[in-house]
């Protein structure tokens, strides 16, 4: 179980701190023909700005759902997101658009890199859209592949190739970076190094990381970890002595 921390109800709470995300009364239903499925059901929650955050449960649970509304890939059926104030659907689809290129981070499981291009060339390709892009070398040099920047998809083992899927991510310095199950198809010493990765990112750039994963061992190193089930929030838990990724064990 995660370690020790605070207990936080999340409904009806006024907090002081800079906001990323304020989430109220989130619903989302999918309509499958005559079977409606309830993938959210009026989440309330605050993520301050900078944190670490985890979001934990079975699969299912509401997660990824709630993951991509925020991020601005999907759209909710009923409540609201509001980033830094600005109430995401409001957003007409081109300025949706524009928050993810401008604001968000995305990084899945699968690490999704063009198998003909370098790590540097890869992470190159992001950085040309983005406003205020670091370069390809300053954001590999971030996740440790300094020394593999020319090397391809193919001559990387899967938790580099998953450190390449960061730093693509995070060329653009975006405020928000979205993780769905980012070390699901890797073993402990691999995920580690990746969540190594993530941590000094958050560190180093005051990014707000949100992690989806169902691995209960990851929320020990979360500033703030969300439980989830059934598409409701069941915990909102602040973490008072967050571990290293290094001292995880699973």
């Given amino acids: 179980m995660p370690g020790a921390g605070t207990v936080i109800e999340s409904e009806g709470r006024s907090r002081s701190e800079d906001l990323t995300f304020s989430i109220r009364g989130l619903t989302k239903v999918y309509h499958m023909g005559e079977t409606s ?36 890939l999907d759209r909710p059926t009923d409540g609201t997101v509001s980033f830094r104030g600005r109430t995401l659907g409001d957003l007409s689809e081109g300025a949706l658009t524009r928050f993810r290129r401008d604001h968000v981070g995305f990084i899945f499981q699968f690490y999704n890199l063009m198998p003909s291009l ?7 390709l992001v950085a040309e859209l983005a406003r205020n892009p670091m370069t ?34 995070v060329a653009k310095r975006p405020e928000v970076l979205l993780c769905d199950e980012p070390t699901g198809a890797l073993d402990s010493e691999t995920g580690i190094s990746v969540l190594e990765a993530l941590t000094g990112i958050n560190r180093e750039l005051g990014t707000t990381t949100i992690v989806i994963t169902h691995n209960v061992v990851i929320a020990d190193m979360a500033d703030r970890v969300v439980t989830i089930a059934d598409g409701v929030v069941h915990e909102v838990r602040q973490n008072d002595s967050p571990k290293k990724p290094s001292e995880l064990a699973w």
């Fill in 118 to 124: 370098t790590a540097r060339e890869n992470v190159g």
């Fill in 37 to 72: 499925v309830h993938a959210l059901r009026g989440v309330d929650l605050d993520l301050p700005a900078g944190e670490f955050v985890v979001l934990l449960g079975p699969s299912g649970s509401g997660k990824s759902t709630l993951l991509n509304i925020v991020g601005g």
């Fill in 136 to 169: 390809p070398e300053e954001a590999l040099a971030l996740v440790g592949l300094t020394d593999w920047m020319d090397h391809f998809p193919a001559q990387l083992s899967g938790g580099q190739q998953q450190r390449v899927a960061v730093a693509r991510a």
